[in-house]
């Protein structure tokens, strides 16, 4: 069965340095999602992204955070200047479709600490 | 704005019993519901999704919710559980034609299934 994946699982980085985590979505699905879960708490909506634009951001996604689909197959967040408050489970997503089958397809996350 | 409530934080069952994880929602427009699963050092699953169709949803692993529009809830059960179902366990709402599909969580309920 296809699956997005994700790299790397696990990434520690120091505070101010920058990070890309990289994600592969299931290759018929045109919609990319970011979401983050900081320990302890529930899993927040960063970005929505559709035909290389984003389509819609939460307060979080700030001018630190970017994402970019550099090609056919990869989806990448970037954070600028990491901090502390970083430090998060990164789960990016993708769906076929917006309307209809609504299911996003889950990957198995990465792991950002911060130090 | 939608939102979504779970109202517990933590479920524990002895294994061959009924469980029963709650959920309410708050949503402007016709709700989709997912419930997700997430086991220890995994990514978030689908375990089935309510889209405005049959009101009892059946999902994977014996899993199934009831969508009940007049108490705003999409209750998780399942008639007996098994060892394997220890896990965190999210309801999620996203808002079928406000034209925003992103997920929002509700906080989590652990699952802890006693031998």
């Known amino acids: 069965e296809p699956e997005v994946t994700q790299t790397p699982s696990h990434q520690v980085t120091q505070m101010g340095q920058e990070v890309i985590l990289r994600c592969v979505p299931i290759?018929?699905?045109?919609?990319f999602y970011w979401y983050r879960q900081i320990l302890g708490q529930k899993v927040e909506f960063l970005v929505s992204f559709y035909n290389n634009e984003i389509s819609e951001k939460s307060e979080i996604f700030d001018d630190q955070f970017s994402v970019e689909r550099p090609d056919g197959s990869n989806f990448t967040l970037k954070i600028r200047s990491t901090k502390l408050e970083d430090s998060a489970m990164y789960f990016c997503a993708s769906s076929e479709r917006r309307t209809g089958n609504l299911e996003q397809y889950f990957g198995p996350g990465t792991r950002l600490t911060v130090t | 704005a939608q939102s979504v409530t779970q109202l517990d934080s933590h479920v524990s069952v002895s294994e061959g019993t009924p469980v029963l994880l709650r959920c309410n929602y708050s949503?402007?427009?016709?709700?989709?519901l997912f419930w997700y699963v997430q086991h220890p050092n995994k990514g978030l699953q689908l375990l089935l999704k309510y889209t405005s169709a049959a009101t009892l949803v059946k999902g994977i692993n014996g899993f199934e919710a009831e969508f009940k529009k007049s108490e705003t809830s999409f209750h998780l059960t399942k008639p007996s559980a098994h060892m394997s179902d220890a896990a965190e366990y999210f309801c999620?709402?996203?808002?079928?034609?406000?034209?925003?599909?992103?997920?929002?969580f509700g906080k989590g309920t652990k699952l802890s299934v006693i031998p």
């Open positions: 949503s402007s427009y016709s709700p989709s």
């Open positions: 290759s018929n699905h045109l919609y």
């Open positions: 999620v709402v996203t808002q079928y034609g406000a034209g925003s599909y992103q997920l929002t």
